[in-house]
């Protein structure tokens, strides 16, 4: 649970690495990489996966020996990190996060056998100084935070499962305060609202913090600082996530720029040198070029690793609604959790399931995708409805000892190889990866091959829960992309707000056992789980005698707004494939042949139609995509 920090070195106030070089199984990771992070400073550890974050989490604890380099820091820090879920003991939740604080457990239990007067207040002081009192108070907080209720923190860790475990790990780390905090993908065993809350928990963290994350928003508003891991080089960037982005691609565009020029030149001098070394005439000045040819330092410019990419089969288009329920509930047994369930559910639906751990989300997710009965009311769902699910327990549930090759060829016995290995190739799982087994895999690519399992069959309807778990953040704007470009609906759970904003286009709240439009945006749901519950009062009154209410749409106007989208990008895609097939005849050398004068005015003409036909069609386009938007957004 908490990693205890040797002390290397003395470099006082600020964690300084110097010089590092550090290999894996015969593989270089870093090489000769030195950076210096100020105490207090908040900062982000970003890079692909497999690049080394971890191992470099382990090289900071003293965990591995170094090639070269040295890890210094001020002597005395205490280190913490999450390493394991704790045991499911019959400890209660509170009692296990109050124990993390060793100093405090050992000066409580000095205290019940002191008998020397000096040494009793000596006890006491100390008691004061790191505000042992108010320890339980801080201890409910952090587990509140993290989603537990206060009849929860009295229950034994046995009572809940790994991941809920892993989570009271990370409050007993945060609670104990260590004076440098190595966090490795904390929300991946986060929901929204707990994510949310670690956001703003590490804002006000009193000490230096170094986070492994590929979570955009917290880097975002968490960290001051990114660290970049790449090319086996450590660099460090000033400020979020977003500033450091726009930075490496000014960097790498600069870069190509610089190598491009440089190759100009070179091909330059060679052509002069190929030209004249044989010219005795020319000989002296032919050679001054080939020095300065050996003389020039190469400019590299930035490779492109192979963007990872998602493709998802294209499903054909069902009637409206796909799913529709009236009056239904769900539960389990005799335990009904959701009721009065009115839902419609379309094929070109985005919609992101809202609600505080324990509301129900998971319930709704598995009554839609068929996986729980409902047990009264009625749920009408198209004959040839075809539903994807992917949920971070399936990933678990991979055959660990086969390849993700034969998990397709199980699923799909009857496509050649080939074609199977350009499935996994559409998911970033090149041939290495294929015919490796899933055990070896990464958490990445693991979660890919599940996806790609998920959406085998072309489902109409794809359940997303936390679909975002242990990938990099080229993967998550590849699954970013593939959403968007996706003609079926999407149902997403999880605690990545920046796949929310970019994909969903409706809000449900899932609360009291109830699913309702949630009317506000997503920033609004943020600012309302880090406000803390407040009764109405006065200000209620206030509220309704505010500005007049802004026009608002029904469902049926948002569907005919949809429809008028939809039909007019149709135009303009049929209209563009009118001008790519006259632009074909009009490419036609034979067109231009003596005597062809007047047909091809005749095209050109049409071609000029098109064109001005496609200009209208465009605008027609995005004024119907701007009115659409903007009820969405009422």
């Not at 205890?4 to 006082?12: H, K, L, M, W």
């Not at 970013?480 to 079926?488: R, S």
Request: charged share 25%; hydrophobic share 40%.
């Amino acid at each position: 649970m908490i990693d205890a920090g040797r002390y290397i070195g003395q470099s006082p106030l600020m964690l300084k690495i110097s010089d590092i070089t550090y290999s894996v199984a015969g593989r270089t990771l870093v090489e000769h990489a030195s950076v210096t992070i100020p105490t207090g400073h908040k900062v982000g550890l970003v890079g692909r996966n497999g690049s080394g974050k971890t191992t470099l989490f382990k090289i900071i604890r003293g965990e591995m020996v170094l090639d070269t380099g040295v890890v210094n820091m001020p002597q005395g820090w205490k280190i913490g990190g999450v390493s394991q879920e704790v045991p499911g003991n019959e400890v209660s939740l509170i009692n296990t996060v109050l124990r993390a604080d060793t100093e405090r457990e050992a000066l409580l239990a000095e205290a019940e056998t002191a008998t020397d007067p000096t040494r009793i207040a000596d006890v006491q002081t100390r008691l004061s100084d790191i505000d042992a009192w108010s320890a339980e108070a801080r201890a409910a907080s952090i587990l509140k935070g993290l989603g537990f209720t206060h009849e929860e923190q009295l229950q034994p860790c046995s009572a809940f499962s790994g991941g809920w475990r892993m989570r009271v790990a990370l409050a007993a780390v945060l609670f104990s305060e260590p004076d440098l905090l190595l966090l490795d993908e904390p929300t991946n065993y986060l929901d929204l609202e707990g994510a949310l809350w670690l956001e703003n928990y590490l804002v006000k963290y009193p000490h230096t913090v170094l986070i492994v994350s590929h979570d955009r928003e917290l880097l975002n508003r968490s960290v001051g600082g990114i660290l970049h891991l790449e090319d086996k080089g450590l660099i460090y960037y000033t400020g979020t996530y977003d500033m450091f982005a726009k930075q490496r691609a000014q960097k790498r565009a600069l870069l190509a720029s610089a190598a491009k020029k440089q190759d100009a030149k070179r091909e330059h001098l060679q052509a002069f040198v190929d030209r004249f070394k044989a010219k005795a005439s020319k000989a002296k000045q032919a050679q001054s070029r080939v020095k300065a040819l050996e003389k020039m330092e190469t400019i590299r410019a930035p490779e492109d690793v192979a963007r990872t990419v998602f493709t998802f089969p294209k499903p054909e288009e069902l009637s409206p609604p796909i799913i529709a329920t009236e009056n239904a509930a769900v539960g389990y047994g005799d335990t009904i959790i959701l009721r009065d369930l009115n839902l419609r559910i379309d094929q070109d639906d985005r919609i992101a399931l809202l609600g505080r751990n324990g509301e129900g989300k998971s319930t709704l997710s598995k009554m839609l995708s068929d996986r729980l009965q409902i047990a009264h009311g009625s749920m009408v769902t198209s004959n040839k409805l075809r539903i994807g699910f992917f949920a971070q327990h399936q990933v678990d549930e991979l055959f660990i000892d086969e390849t993700p090759l034969q998990h397709l060829m199980r699923e799909r016995a009857s496509e050649g190889q080939a074609r199977l290995r350009a499935r996994l190739a559409g998911f970033g799982l090149g041939a290495d990866q294929a015919d490796t087994e899933v055990g070896r895999l990464s958490g990445g690519q693991k979660a890919r091959l599940s996806l790609l399992l998920a959406t085998l069959p072309a489902p109409h309807l794809l359940i997303l829960d936390e679909p975002t778990n242990h990938l990099d953040i080229e993967s998550r704007e590849a699954l970013v992309d593939a959403l968007t470009a996706y003609t079926g609906a999407v149902i997403l759970v999880s605690h990545d707000m920046h796949l929310l904003s970019m994909v969903a286009d409706r809000l449900w709240l899932v609360k009291d056992g109830h699913v309702t439009q949630y009317e506000d945006d997503l920033e609004a749901y943020r600012n309302m789980l880090l406000t803390p519950d407040k009764p109405m009062g006065k200000d209620k009154g206030k509220a309704k005698t505010a500005a007049p209410k802004e026009e608002t749409f029904t469902r049926e106007q948002i569907q005919a707004l949809r429809a008028e989208a939809k039909k007019s990008e149709e135009r303009v895609n049929k209209i563009n494939d009118m001008r790519d097939k006259l632009a074909k005849k009009l490419a036609d050398p034979a067109l231009y042949e003596d005597g062809k004068s007047g047909e091809l005015a005749t095209w050109n003409k049409k071609y000029a139609e098109v064109m001005t036909g496609l200009e209208r069609a465009e605008a027609m386009w995005m004024q119907s995509l701007e009115k659409l938007e903007k009820a969405q957004n009422k």
